[in-house]
């Protein structure tokens, strides 16, 4: 499997084409629950929590059942992994008995370095740098309500608020991979990394897309198709909640906001929200508003992920076929 082993590290370990190969099976997963089983047998497929989840548990926990297999969840205070054991000693002994490691953690290199040992696919299901699988659900989302994953390049979508964190890198690289218009605002301080920046920008060109980072909110919703936004207190960041608001009520998402936008535009967050911060009530709990069917997305877009990761690493097609 090693040559073609497949992982799922962060946005743009998908091409262009392979991005919008998963969402088509992501729609057809919407279809029918029951289309392909790559882990009949069933096989194991671990799912690791070095932090809280409601949705990412849930959803990888019942795609991986789905899928036929047997989800072993791991929670790092029950694992040596929270007393320190290696993470490649932790991937040597996983590959052994697992047929996909599902891991939400802190640092991106604890993903990249089980990646490095592993002979199974990885997938990152959230590190302090990236959240790849919301954003296949987050666009899954856009093809479900506004005609297809084809419709998806060229897109404009506009992320407010904390856009240093993992949700504004993962709009940056996954947008850019999908071909959208891709804005972001945040206050100063809180913009991204610029080497994130840079190797957006090179993949939206290559796709037809576009990058812009502004501290202006107007500027990122004017005339977008859909509007995100996320907590400003990550995970992680708990120390710092009493400081974590002030810096970004201009970034709020209000219906005075939704307002400049296209007037049939979506608004999505990956949850939990924090109403009457990142989002006001009437926005999220609106019309506009499609963050149910995202959160059910993250179920089907996560069995297409793991389906297709199978199916390159493994050879077998046609788990993807027809
Ligand atoms: N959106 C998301 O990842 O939710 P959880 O933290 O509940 O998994
Ligand atoms: N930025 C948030 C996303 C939660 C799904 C966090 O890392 O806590």
């Known amino acids: 499997m090693a040559d073609r082993l497949r992982h799922m590290l962060r946005d743009d370990d998908l091409s262009h084409d392979e991005q919008a190969e998963v969402l088509k099976l992501g729609l057809a997963f919407r279809q ?3 289309l392909a089983r790559p882990f009949e047998g069933p096989q194991a ?5 070095d932090k809280p989840s409601t949705r990412t548990r ?12 047997y989800p072993l969840v791991i929670d790092k205070d029950g694992s040596q992994l929270g007393r320190g054991e290696p993470v490649a000693d932790t991937a040597r002994v996983l590959t052994r008995m697992t047929s996909a490691i599902v891991w939400r953690t802190f640092g991106q290199d604890r993903v990249e370095t089980m990646a490095a040992e592993s002979t199974v696919p990885v997938v990152n299901a959230l590190t302090d740098s990236f959240h790849p ?19 998806l390049p060229g897109m404009t979508i506009a992320y407010l608020g904390d856009a240093a964190n993992n949700m504004s890198n993962s709009y940056l690289l996954g947008g850019a991979v999908a071909g959208m218009h891709v804005r972001v605002a945040g206050p100063n301080g ?13 993949l939206a060109e290559q796709n037809g897309g576009s990058i812009l980072v502004t501290t202006d909110p107007v500027q990122a919703v004017d005339q ?15 120390d710092q909640a009493a400081t974590r608001s002030k810096p970004f009520w201009d970034y709020q998402v209000n219906a005075s906001l939704m307002d400049k936008t296209k007037p049939d535009a979506l608004f999505q967050h990956c949850l939990p929200a924090y109403r009457g911060k990142e989002v006001t009530a009437d926005v999220i709990d609106g019309p ?6 995202e959160a059910e997305n993250r179920l089907h877009a996560q069995k297409a992920l793991l389906t297709w990761l199978v199916a390159q690493s493994t050879g077998r097609m046609d788990l993807i076929e027809g």
């Open 58 to 69: 849930s959803s990888f926990s019942v795609g991986v059942a789905e899928l036929g297999g």
């Open 190 to 202: 809180f913009l991204p990394d610029p080497g994130i920046v840079e190797e957006a920008s090179a």
């Open 133 to 151: 699988c919301q954003i296949l659900a987050d666009f899954l989302t856009l093809a479900q309500h506004r005609g297809g994953v084809d419709a």
């Open 288 to 293: 506009r508003s499609v963050v149910w069917d």
């Open 45 to 49: 497929v671990a799912v690791i929590f």
């Open 224 to 238: 977008a198709d859909c509007v995100f936004t996320d907590t400003w207190v990550s995970m992680g960041e708990e």
């Open 32 to 34: 029918d629950r029951y």
